[in-house]
């Protein structure tokens, strides 16, 4: 190998920058994981978007308070409920993001108009929003494990033009029963 036959300098110096290169490249993977599942949600396309996932994902929206487990229900009840809802929607990272050899974390910014499937309630609002929040994503072999989306809900829903508590109809009062 001719690897091998470079001077002992040579050596000394190409092997601690190809561990610094295989290292960023490293860390470098999951922000490139997470520019691609983006992209496919600001493409609109769902499954796509899922292909990033890890069969066993655990999608975690802090607003609705429990955890979506699967790749089928990530994207049927996540993915697809957003694009369907929000036709136009944009996902944007905003700043730098934090990056690990198996996380990353950052900020976001989210744009659309509810001219889709109702958010809540009982028909769309066909008002624009434009609200932030931040994303915590664990992957493994190049797939997201786990994504935890953390943002302000009654601000979401304030911009949508929905009540904090969708109000309940209530049921007409019973009639005394004839005698």
Same mark, same amino acid.
């Given at each position: #190998?001719?690897?091998?036959?470079?001077?002992?300098?040579?050596?000394?110096?190409?092997?601690?920058?190809?561990?610094?290169?295989?290292?960023?490249? &490293?860390?470098?993977?999951?922000?490139?994981?997470?520019?691609?599942? #983006?992209?496919?949600?600001?493409?609109?396309?769902?499954?796509?978007?899922?292909?990033?996932?890890?069969?066993?994902?655990?999608?975690?929206?802090?607003?609705?308070?429990?955890?979506?487990?699967?790749?089928?229900?990530?994207?049927?009840?996540?993915?697809?409920?957003?694009?369907?809802?929000?036709?136009?929607?944009?996902?944007?990272?905003?700043?730098?993001?934090?990056?690990?050899?198996?996380?990353?974390?950052?900020?976001?910014?989210?744009?659309?108009?509810?001219?889709?499937?109702?958010?809540?309630?009982?028909?769309?609002?066909?008002?624009?929003?434009?609200?932030?929040?931040?994303?915590?994503?664990?992957?493994?072999?190049?797939?997201?494990?786990?994504?935890?989306?953390?943002?302000?809900?009654?601000?979401?829903?304030?911009?949508?033009?929905?009540?904090?508590?969708?109000?309940?109809? &209530?049921?007409?009062? &019973?009639?005394?029963?004839?005698?």
């Amino acid at each position: #190998m001719k690897f091998l036959n470079l001077p002992r300098l040579g050596r000394l110096v190409l092997l601690p920058t190809l561990f610094f290169a295989v290292h960023a490249y &490293a860390a470098d993977a999951p922000l490139k994981v997470v520019q691609k599942y #983006m992209a496919a949600w600001n493409a609109h396309n769902a499954n796509e978007a899922a292909l990033s996932f890890d069969y066993d994902v655990e999608y975690f929206d802090a607003s609705v308070g429990q955890s979506q487990y699967g790749v089928v229900p990530a994207r049927d009840n996540v993915i697809k409920f957003f694009i369907a809802a929000f036709p136009d929607l944009q996902w944007k990272m905003e700043g730098a993001p934090l990056v690990t050899q198996d996380a990353i974390a950052f900020q976001w910014v989210f744009t659309g108009t509810n001219t889709g499937i109702p958010v809540d309630c009982d028909k769309p609002t066909g008002k624009p929003i434009a609200f932030r929040g931040v994303s915590m994503i664990r992957l493994k072999g190049g797939k997201i494990t786990y994504q935890g989306d953390y943002y302000d809900a009654l601000t979401f829903r304030n911009q949508v033009g929905l009540p904090a508590v969708c109000p309940i109809v &209530a049921a007409a009062p &019973a009639t005394p029963a004839a005698q």
